[in-house]
């Protein structure tokens, strides 16, 4: 089972900036929070992905609370190929019993012109 | 970020035949690669692990010898649908993790009509 709580959807206006999110109120201390998405018909693109500081790179940023129970994605200035479904996603270190991949439902962003 | 393919994109097949589905990772060695089903307004759900060399291990609930998977080099995993009927039709996703890291990048996805 997922991990993770996400919204249903969102909306976001074309140029502004897009919030996203997750709560993971049961994650371990070895679990890391991947953030993916999936545009339509297409398979799930990596994003970024952090353990308890926040992250940034060149598509997105990721924000942990301290207590690391949730995190928000952030996409800068939103555009219209940034539509898609957002998935927030616990994993577990590397050769783990939880170092798989579980897809919730995800948030469905919704970019507006 | 890493590059993976799968082949074929879109495949119709008739009810009883067996389709396979290739998944390639091109600029890197995927030791453990993974095979997702999605179907229409769903999430993806993990069909199985596979690890270079040795047998794939199933979720629960997905029948081994229907979906036959090989990892036979650490750059091609190939899923098998045997006997396909027309509820295997679905979205099928591969993805592969790397040598150097954790991170797990995913094919375009090949889409099955079992007719």
């Known amino acids: 089972d997922a991990k993770t709580t996400q919204p249903t959807s969102m909306d976001c206006a074309e140029g502004r900036a897009a919030n996203l999110p997750c709560n993971h109120s049961t994650i371990s201390g070895n679990e890391y929070v991947y953030w993916y998405r999936q545009i339509h018909s297409q398979g799930p693109q990596y994003i970024i992905h952090g353990l308890k500081n926040n992250e940034t790179n060149e598509m997105a940023s990721l924000i942990i609370t301290e207590d690391r129970k949730s995190s928000t994605l952030i996409l800068p200035h939103a555009t219209l190929r940034d539509t898609a479904v957002y998935y927030c996603?616990?994993?577990?270190?590397?050769?783990?019993?939880?170092?798989?991949?579980?897809f919730g439902t995800g948030t469905l962003l919704a970019v507006q012109p | 970020g890493a590059v993976v393919s799968q082949h074929p994109s879109w495949v119709i097949c008739k009810s009883g035949t067996s389709v396979k589905i290739e998944c390639r990772s091109l600029?890197?060695?995927?030791?453990?690669m993974f095979w997702y089903r999605q179907f229409p307004k769903q999430s993806l759900m993990l069909m199985a692990t596979?690890?270079?060399?040795?047998?794939?291990?199933?979720e629960q609930g997905v029948e081994k010898d229907k979906f036959l998977i090989n990892h036979a080099s650490l750059t091609l995993s190939t899923l098998t649908v045997t006997s396909a009927h027309p509820e295997d039709s679905s979205f099928y996703i591969c993805?592969?993790?790397?040598?150097?890291?954790?991170?797990?990048?995913f094919g375009p996805g090949t889409r099955l009509t079992v007719l």
């Open positions: 996603i616990v994993k577990g270190v590397y050769g783990g019993a939880t170092n798989k991949l579980i």
């Open positions: 993805s592969a993790r790397s040598l150097a890291g954790d991170t797990q990048y």
């Open positions: 596979s690890n270079e060399g040795s047998k794939a291990t199933y």
């Open positions: 600029d890197f060695q995927a030791t453990t």
